[in-house]
């Protein structure tokens, strides 16, 4: 009963998903799903790429959080357009969500949307909102079992940022290990090791956001 | 049409959730259900419980994961009962799986049931699974924002366990602020600042958990 009514709200959801996809290639904007953990640092990635992506193309946000404007108050400093969703309880963005906030935007004038998903490894990764790709970002301070312990977020992850490397030296986390759980699960998904502390990979991170998004105009 | 849905289900969960309560409380087993997001700490927080007063009580875990017997495993190693529970893609833990689980524990052996859920820091929050208390586990890695971002697990919770403290001086962590959050959302919310890498706070958090199950003895 609880699988049926799954299987009804999420081919729902495709179809409004498959309707957004198709409205952001008509307006060449491309779309990232950014997911993670609750305080894996989306944030603060989205902030660092904002800082040095915003002189190339023009981006805009939506933040998707349960409750409060916060994320979406820290985004605004940077000068670009952003538009919180509060889901109020709930535990994940879905397409007709996102293409709300999509309508409040003037999407003549972007280039990259980046959609920032509620702090989540388990339900955002089951419904697609429309986006280009899906990318994932995992602290290291989360563990390095965690990949085969929440698979679906990077199977469906066209990257995974291994955040917050700078901490590494007071962690037990195993890069290699890390590594090779994700190649399996995943087999040619990009990995990038950030630190929004120290600037490692945000360049590396950039350079390659900008090379998809120059592919579609 | 999906608040409805919800409704039943939350309806149907809290209904077992009761029996579940009521047999616990006959079998004199004191259950905590422990939450927080992935890679918190839960499971190293149970081991060092575990290692600190499977002298003194008997205990038992229930592990809730999506995939993997990985946690469980680490559990065994402590010789003490663990059930693992896959939910193959769930969420969330509920008053069925949890039940189902305990069926196969010999409760009369046990004063202290502690059920890790998947890691999660919204959904778990809306499911009793019958527990006496809900403690929340968060690491201060995750960010001081946490608390007013994710509102209701804090609010269920008798319990905080600020985690991971010794890495505090590496991160932008407000501790003041945190607990601040924390009070003015759950006024007597007990808040333990712990490490399982140093030990600090673990006696005080086990202390305190033994007295609990003193209690109904």
């Avoid at 609880?2 to 999420?10: D, E, R, S």
């Avoid at 004038?109 to 994932?136: S, W």
């Avoid at 290291?140 to 312990?149: A, R």
Wanted: with cysteine.
């Amino acid at each position: 009963m609880q699988v049926q009514v799954m299987k009804n709200i999420l081919g729902e959801n495709d179809k409004v998903a498959s309707e957004n996809r198709k409205f952001f290639n008509d307006n060449n904007v491309f779309v990232i799903n950014l997911m993670g953990s609750p305080g894996s640092g989306k944030t603060s990635l989205l902030e660092k790429t904002i800082a040095e992506l915003k002189d190339k193309i023009s981006i805009a946000v939506i933040e998707g959080d349960l409750f409060t404007a916060k994320d979406a108050e820290r985004i605004e400093l940077h000068e670009v357009p952003v538009i919180q969703i509060n889901t109020t309880g709930g535990c994940h963005l879905d397409a007709p969500m996102v293409r709300r906030a999509a309508d409040s935007l003037d999407l003549n004038k972007i280039d990259l949307l980046i959609v920032e998903n509620v702090g989540n490894l388990v339900c955002p990764a089951e419904f697609d909102v429309g986006e280009n790709i899906k990318a994932a970002v995992l602290s290291i301070t989360e563990g390095d079992d965690k990949p085969l312990k929440y698979p679906l977020i990077f199977k469906e992850s066209a990257v995974v940022l291994l955040n917050k490397i700078d901490i590494l030296p007071f962690t037990n986390f195993n890069l290699e290990s890390a590594r090779e759980d994700l190649t399996a699960l995943h087999p040619g998904i990009k990995i990038i090791e950030t630190s929004c502390t120290t600037g490692a990979g945000i360049p590396q991170w950039c350079e390659w956001l900008n090379s998809l998004v120059s592919e579609i105009k």
